[in-house]
């Protein structure tokens, strides 16, 4: 890609992220070409449907959360990798108004632009929570889908204005129940 082919396709993602955040992912495609200063035409060249569009914007964000949890496998107790990666994923997702049922559809739709990343991030998970399960730190009724469900569920409750203030406490409260040995709440 040229330089300034790959400075455009950046300057739009940027502002997309920035747009999906404060309107949530409903935006109209119009609205980020306008907040872009660039006509429609040139933000369907890069990004031919919205979908195309998240799956750039959101890519990298999974490929993030999935490093984060290959590194916590290794650098920290199973319970505080569980508990730590869990609560980035509900961070991140809540930063995206409407990206949880987007990434749950996703997920069972292997024709997804994002199915793939979504199926990574989550089997990252899983490998955390077999990990704890491994150790009797977790719960062994739950597996990879719950807890994808679970996050997807916290930050879905993170993003209800009626809820925010609540969100961390049910963080807490879900973390101590899938860990059931935890006496501390982060």
Not at 66 to 88: F, G, I, M, N, Y
Not at 132 to 152: E, K, P, V, Y
Not at 154 to 166: E, I, K, M, N, V
Request: charged residues 25%; glycine residues 4%; aromatic residues 4%.
């Amino acid at each position: 890609m040229r330089a300034d082919a790959k400075r455009n396709r950046d300057h739009l993602l940027a502002v997309a992220r920035t747009t999906i955040a404060e309107q949530g992912i409903d935006v109209s495609m119009r609205d980020i070409a306008r907040r872009a200063n660039v006509g429609l035409a040139t933000l369907l060249r890069h990004f031919p449907t919205r979908e195309t569009l998240l799956e750039a914007l959101l890519h990298q964000s999974f490929g993030d959360l999935t490093a984060k949890a290959s590194e916590l496998e290794t650098s920290h107790a199973v319970e505080d990798a569980l508990v730590s990666w869990v609560r980035d994923c509900v961070a991140w997702a809540t930063e995206y108004r409407g990206v949880t049922a987007l990434m749950a559809a996703a997920t069972e739709d292997p024709e997804s632009a994002l199915h793939t990343s979504c199926v990574t991030m989550r089997a990252a998970g899983a490998r955390l929570l077999a990990r704890a399960q491994a150790t009797g730190g977790a719960r062994n009724d739950i597996d990879g889908d719950d807890l994808f469900a679970l996050i997807t569920m916290l930050a879905w409750t993170g993003d209800q204005p009626a809820l925010a203030s609540r969100a961390n406490h049910l963080f807490n409260i879900v973390a101590s129940a899938i860990l059931p040995i935890r006496t501390d709440a982060h």
